[in-house]
């Protein structure tokens, strides 16, 4: 699937997660401090999110889940 090493993955901001699945900002970082979405942190404290954990999570989904906050 993903042949990139970890240390070189594509991560995400919390506003790119966000726009994937119609939600705020607010709401991915939730699902993170939730343990429903592992993250990064930045050496300045922001959070980023693995590119692919993200597109796994988005593509299990069923079409009519992908709105609002119902991840959980």
Do not use: C
Not at 23 to 43: C, E, F, H, N, Q
């Amino acid at each position: 699937m993903n042949t990139r090493p970890p240390e070189s993955e594509a991560l995400l901001t919390p506003a790119e997660v966000a726009s994937m699945f119609r939600v705020d900002p607010k709401t991915v970082t939730r699902w993170a401090k939730a343990g429903k979405l592992s993250s990064i942190r930045t050496l300045g404290g922001h959070r980023r999110y693995r590119e692919s954990e993200v597109r796994e999570l988005l593509s299990g989904m069923l079409p009519e889940q992908r709105r609002g906050d119902e991840l959980g």
